[in-house]
């Protein structure tokens, strides 16, 4: 067993149940009651301490549902609010096209009433013009009842007089503009026609006669112009003024003033000033009593290198030039006949010179032989 590395129990390693029991008694004799109040005590300050820390989490987990519940009905109120905005505008919105539907509908309904009533007068002012009630007639002309208001049979006020023969009712209502010409039926009569077949010779002399009274009336209304006296023309006119003053006669009469002399001088160069100081005025002529002449001296520009006075003498005029002009020292063009001569000239001494050379040449070849 020694080769096992076997080592025996000592004295102290042994179990020993006596010793045992007695160190557990006296454990047991050792505790105290002090010490287990203060057991007690630290066990109950541990549940209060549980407790404390139960109660709080209950609080938080209360608190929180609290907060929860808070939102929620915050959106809920919102979602409200704005459902009752979106319904109280839905309600608006249809309110309004419900009165829109019922303004359109009056509308509609007071122009039917009003073609209605137009229509009813129209067929009144028929049934007086028929009648040959005047005053019936005047009165509706006075409303605004349309003249020429026409029934289902095309028939008008005219021609309801002209069947029934009513002279003065047809008078009456060609003085108010009545169309009658060219206004027909269904069946293609006018109001001359009516009246011719109804036999009421006095409503047809009406009808044919009113134009033409209007015409001589409308003559004699408007007589001819007296002739006037025109100062500028010195003579008389009978037609109106403005043509008078459009016409040949006035405008030829007319005295326009003269035009303003130009002077080449233009009144900012010095030569005008110093005339202008020395008692010249503008627009006069030269001399005391500005009796001289008030244009320029013409003369001749001349640009040639021939004698004074040699040929044909050119026709003066004013040669004056502006500033900078290069239309001033442009030199005259030459004529062609000078050109033709001087060519000619060219060409001699162009001849004469090849002779001389063509001389030289051979002379000098003549050494050489």
């Known amino acids: 067993m020694t080769s096992l590395g076997f080592t025996p129990a000592s004295e102290q390693d042994v179990f020993r149940i006596e010793t045992t029991g007695q160190s557990s008694s006296k454990t047991k004799c050792a505790l105290s009651g002090e010490e287990a109040r203060q057991f007690y005590e630290t066990l109950m300050k541990d549940d209060a301490k549980e407790q404390e820390v139960s109660r709080r989490k209950d609080y938080d987990r209360v608190h929180q549902n609290k907060q929860k519940n808070r939102r929620v009905r915050r959106r809920v109120r919102a979602a409200q609010v704005q459902q009752d905005q979106t319904t109280s505008a839905v309600e608006r919105g249809t309110g309004s096209e419900r009165e829109e539907i019922q303004r359109r509908e009056m509308a509609a309904r007071d122009r039917s009433n009003s073609e209605r009533s137009m229509e009813l007068q129209g067929l009144k002012l028929l049934r007086c013009a028929h009648e040959g009630d005047i005053s019936g007639l005047k009165e509706l002309l006075s409303k605004g009842v349309d003249i020429n208001f026409q029934d289902t049979f095309f028939w008008t006020a005219t021609m309801c007089a002209s069947w029934s023969g009513k002279r003065a009712a047809v008078r009456l209502l060609l003085q108010h503009g009545a169309a009658w010409v060219g206004v027909v039926d269904t069946q293609g009569r006018d109001a001359k026609d009516l009246a011719l077949e109804a036999g009421h010779s006095e409503v047809l002399e009406e009808l044919e006669c009113y134009g033409r009274s209007e015409q001589k009336h409308a003559q004699s209304d408007s007589s001819a112009p007296r002739p006037q006296w025109c100062d500028v023309c010195c003579s008389k006119y009978s037609s109106s003024l403005s043509s008078h003053l459009s016409s040949t006669l006035h405008q030829f009469s007319l005295r326009h003033p003269p035009p303003t002399p130009y002077y080449c001088l233009p009144p900012s160069s010095n030569s005008y000033k110093m005339m202008v100081?020395?008692?010249?005025?503008?627009?006069?002529?030269?001399?005391?009593?500005?009796?001289?002449?008030?244009?320029?001296?013409?003369?001749?520009?001349?640009?040639?290198?021939?004698?004074?006075?040699?040929?044909?003498?050119?026709?003066?005029?004013?040669?004056?030039?502006?500033?900078?002009?290069?239309?001033?020292?442009?030199?005259?063009?030459?004529?062609?006949?000078?050109?033709?001569?001087?060519?000619?000239?060219?060409?001699?001494?162009?001849?004469?010179?090849?002779?001389?050379?063509?001389?030289e040449r051979d002379f000098r070849a003549s050494f050489y032989l």
């Open 277 to 359: 100081r020395c008692g010249w005025k503008p627009g006069t002529g030269l001399g005391p009593e500005g009796e001289g002449p008030q244009q320029p001296v013409p003369t001749v520009l001349k640009r040639d290198q021939k004698g004074l006075g040699y040929g044909q003498v050119k026709r003066a005029k004013v040669t004056h030039f502006k500033a900078r002009d290069h239309d001033a020292v442009k030199p005259p063009s030459r004529d062609k006949e000078e050109r033709g001569e001087k060519g000619k000239r060219k060409e001699e001494c162009r001849r004469k010179e090849q002779k001389d050379k063509n001389w």
